[in-house]
């Protein structure tokens, strides 16, 4: 698939890199001659030096060629331009990212549909719906499902004294029918597990299961499941913002900013949101305003170390779930390892877009998650694709890939090696990073 990204910066960075491991063909396109010659010297891509608004620009970096156009420069009204360009020029499908939820209401889709975009990126909006995710489901790192839950796929650390803690995946399956552990993250490293592995304490499991067996799953890995309520959020950022006003119905928040002018804006941003000024690294300050009380603390500054510092420290104080957001994807790993409850990425939320599209799903049912060194999809099998022409046993899968679950006619069910996949049959593919080109030739 020939892709067109325009905007080197951190979002078009990531895209870039991960999209060139895919064995994507990709123009990348930036006014920062300098920044593009890192990328091409280190990446298996073309780049453009020139603006992403420029007719000529567009048409020599090949817009009218290409499936798929995604602007993600930091401006939105950049954005929708070049999309539009690139539109009319002949772009197949095209993607804005944009800072303003007025281009995601139902109620303007058809105008921003005219003005050339196909889909837009909302990384703020995306982050605070993986975090609302979280405050509902605190005893997970990841919760990803399918069709109204028929199909769900949690990722949860094992502690100590965990039921499954030391047990071989073997004797897990054996005794369980009901779940399939798709990978387990230990260490820095993620892996695509067969029965002689084993559950460590410290390991992120992700388990694949059906809705009617959450409870079980709570109890297998020691977990409890706590009411959140009251929530602080260090960082009156963007996410913050969108956090705020999409669940002030659900949670009560405090916001801690110690930018005084962004606190006298916060309040008629954020109504319903009691405002403190003040730096939430100060222990002091933290005491004063009743941080121990609080149920969860959400760390939103732009500072990736002073995120995962404060959570460190909230948990200390009591904090029964803590979520930081961490976009160097080099400390994600540094951090699920930690006692920090979720990690989030904006980085990786936007790239879970894309991913859909490039396998060119049904964005209206099918759901994509990218995570810090693997991928997660729902892709629907096609007639005569070859993973519908024998049972799951007999197709000699990558060892990088895993079929998890799948929905057919409306209901869940888990795989296994005797399972045939049937055309239109919505399967759960767990993938290692790089992986994904060789899923999407098994769907094809």
């Given at each position: 698939m020939k892709i067109v990204i325009a905007g080197a910066g951190e979002v078009g960075s990531h895209l870039a890199k991960l999209l060139s491991a895919e064995e994507q063909d990709i123009m990348l396109i930036d006014s920062d001659a300098e920044r593009l010659a890192v990328l091409d010297a280190n990446y298996n891509l073309m780049t453009y030096a020139g603006d992403p608004t420029s007719f000529a620009t567009l048409r020599e970096a090949g817009a009218a060629r290409c499936d798929l156009f995604i602007a993600v420069t930091p401006y939105e009204s950049n954005n929708?331009?070049?999309?539009?360009?690139?539109?009319?020029?002949?772009?197949?499908?095209?993607?804005?990212?944009i800072d303003s939820y007025d281009f995601m209401d139902p109620a303007n889709a058809q105008m921003v549909k005219h003005m050339g975009v196909d889909r837009v990126i909302y990384p703020e909006y995306l982050a605070?719906?993986?975090?609302?995710?979280?405050?509902?489901?605190?005893?997970?790192?990841?919760?990803f499902e399918l069709h109204d839950g028929q199909i769900i796929l949690a990722g949860v650390k094992l502690r100590s004294g965990a039921p499954l803690a030391g047990m071989k995946l073997r004797d897990f399956t054996y005794t369980n029918h009901h779940f399939h552990v798709s990978a387990i993250?230990?260490?820095?490293?993620?892996?695509?597990?067969?029965?002689?592995?084993?559950?460590e304490v410290g390991d992120i499991l992700y388990f694949t299961t059906t809705r009617d067996h959450i409870d079980d799953l709570l109890a297998l890995t020691g977990k409890t499941e706590h009411k959140i309520k009251r929530v602080l959020i260090m960082g009156g950022t963007k996410i913050?913002?969108?956090?705020?006003?999409?669940?002030?119905?659900?949670?009560?928040?405090?916001?801690?900013?110690?930018?005084?002018?962004?606190?006298?804006?916060l309040p008629q941003k954020c109504p319903d949101c009691e405002i403190i000024h003040g730096d939430a690294r100060d222990l002091d300050l933290l005491s004063d305003i009743g941080a121990a009380d609080m149920d969860a603390f959400v760390a939103l500054t732009p500072s990736s170390e002073t995120n995962i510092f404060t959570c460190l420290t909230a948990k200390e104080l009591g904090a029964k779930k803590t979520i930081a957001d961490v976009e160097n994807i080099q400390f994600i790993s540094q951090a699920e390892n930690l006692n920090i409850g979720t990690v989030i990425n904006?980085?990786?939320?936007?790239s879970s877009t894309i991913?859909?599209?490039?396998?060119?799903?049904?964005?209206?049912?099918?759901?994509?998650?990218?995570?810090?060194?693997?991928?997660v999809g729902e892709i629907e099998a096609r007639e005569g694709s070859k993973i519908t022409r024998s049972a799951v046993k007999d197709l000699k899968l990558p060892h990088e890939v895993t079929l998890a679950g799948l929905i057919r006619d409306g209901k869940g069910m888990l795989i296994t090696g005797m399972t045939q996949i049937l055309p239109g049959d919505h399967v759960l593919v767990f993938c290692l990073a790089g992986a994904l080109h060789k899923v999407e030739r098994l769907f094809s």
């Amino acid at each position: 698939m020939k892709i067109v990204i325009a905007g080197a910066g951190e979002v078009g960075s990531h895209l870039a890199k991960l999209l060139s491991a895919e064995e994507q063909d990709i123009m990348l396109i930036d006014s920062d001659a300098e920044r593009l010659a890192v990328l091409d010297a280190n990446y298996n891509l073309m780049t453009y030096a020139g603006d992403p608004t420029s007719f000529a620009t567009l048409r020599e970096a090949g817009a009218a060629r290409c499936d798929l156009f995604i602007a993600v420069t930091p401006y939105e009204s950049n954005n929708i331009v070049a999309c539009s360009i690139a539109r009319n020029l002949g772009a197949r499908k095209t993607v804005a990212r944009i800072d303003s939820y007025d281009f995601m209401d139902p109620a303007n889709a058809q105008m921003v549909k005219h003005m050339g975009v196909d889909r837009v990126i909302y990384p703020e909006y995306l982050a605070a719906q993986e975090i609302i995710t979280a405050l509902k489901r605190t005893w997970v790192r990841n919760w990803f499902e399918l069709h109204d839950g028929q199909i769900i796929l949690a990722g949860v650390k094992l502690r100590s004294g965990a039921p499954l803690a030391g047990m071989k995946l073997r004797d897990f399956t054996y005794t369980n029918h009901h779940f399939h552990v798709s990978a387990i993250k230990r260490n820095h490293e993620t892996i695509i597990p067969r029965g002689d592995h084993s559950m460590e304490v410290g390991d992120i499991l992700y388990f694949t299961t059906t809705r009617d067996h959450i409870d079980d799953l709570l109890a297998l890995t020691g977990k409890t499941e706590h009411k959140i309520k009251r929530v602080l959020i260090m960082g009156g950022t963007k996410i913050a913002i969108r956090l705020v006003n999409s669940a002030h119905e659900e949670f009560r928040f405090k916001i801690i900013e110690s930018d005084l002018e962004v606190c006298r804006k916060l309040p008629q941003k954020c109504p319903d949101c009691e405002i403190i000024h003040g730096d939430a690294r100060d222990l002091d300050l933290l005491s004063d305003i009743g941080a121990a009380d609080m149920d969860a603390f959400v760390a939103l500054t732009p500072s990736s170390e002073t995120n995962i510092f404060t959570c460190l420290t909230a948990k200390e104080l009591g904090a029964k779930k803590t979520i930081a957001d961490v976009e160097n994807i080099q400390f994600i790993s540094q951090a699920e390892n930690l006692n920090i409850g979720t990690v989030i990425n904006k980085k990786l939320l936007a790239s879970s877009t894309i991913f859909q599209l490039l396998l060119d799903a049904d964005s209206s049912t099918s759901k994509f998650l990218a995570l810090a060194d693997a991928e997660v999809g729902e892709i629907e099998a096609r007639e005569g694709s070859k993973i519908t022409r024998s049972a799951v046993k007999d197709l000699k899968l990558p060892h990088e890939v895993t079929l998890a679950g799948l929905i057919r006619d409306g209901k869940g069910m888990l795989i296994t090696g005797m399972t045939q996949i049937l055309p239109g049959d919505h399967v759960l593919v767990f993938c290692l990073a790089g992986a994904l080109h060789k899923v999407e030739r098994l769907f094809s």
